[in-house]
């Protein structure tokens, strides 16, 4: 079953000899509970491309089908909240709130939407994190990788159609990015959760189902 369908992307930045064109006319789609990679050098577009898979920034052209439905018809107040229910968000540097604890942090998106916790799946949410002790630590209590499982843990809280890492392990040491990885694979096949994560370690990329390579904005392969 497709969940993801990338018609014909582009995103143009400036005008006339400032123009950049970050992405050009990129299509591709992903089928429930895929793990696909995306992998190119710093400036290649993929983040880009992330951002508008998720409806942070929208483009100049094309369209985002995620669940049948394509998120760029939608106001940007429908959007916000399209993107805080359907899309898991986890980007290199956590964002977690500092004043909250490692569970109110995961329980916030619900929190925002007014949303009742299930107990039982912040559990086992927490155990597969491997959280379960660190739960009521701040994020300054934390390492880095427990912080990024925690980034990770609030993403997944929602149930959501998709999950988008943006460099997930960028800010870890090569230990900790190894733990990273494995808690997506596992949080991919335990909860068929479908992932598309940036990266640009081919290494790192390998763990996925599916990798997607990005130069100067366009598709150059697919393995």
């Known amino acids: 079953m497709e969940i993801l369908k990338v018609e014909n992307l582009t995103k143009i930045y400036g005008k006339g000899t400032t123009k950049v064109v970050a992405l050009d006319n990129v299509s591709f789609s992903v089928e429930k509970g895929e793990f696909v990679a995306i992998v190119g050098a710093s400036g290649s577009g993929k983040s880009t491309l992330l951002h508008l898979i998720g409806g942070v920034d929208r483009p100049t052209s094309g369209k985002v089908f995620i669940d049948g439905k394509d998120i760029y018809e939608f106001d940007d107040d429908k959007l916000a909240i399209f993107r805080r229910r359907q899309v898991g968000l986890v980007y290199q540097f956590y964002n977690l709130i500092p004043i909250l604890n490692v569970e109110e942090n995961i329980t916030l998106p619900l929190d925002l939407d007014n949303r009742k916790v299930n107990e039982k799946h912040l559990k086992e949410l927490l155990e597969l994190l491997g959280l379960e002790n660190r739960k009521n630590h701040l994020p300054n209590e934390l390492s880095g990788g427990q ?66 390579q990005i130069e100067d904005g366009k598709i150059v392969k697919e393995v």
């Open 147 to 212: 912080q990024q499982r925690t980034s990770i843990g609030r993403a997944l809280v929602t149930n959501p159609t998709i999950i988008l890492a943006d460099e997930p392990t960028g800010n870890l040491d090569s230990k900790s990015s190894d733990e990273i990885v494995e808690l997506l694979r596992k949080s991919n096949k335990e909860y068929k959760q479908t992932i598309i994560m940036i990266t640009h370690n081919m290494e790192i990329a390998k763990c996925a189902d599916r990798i997607i």
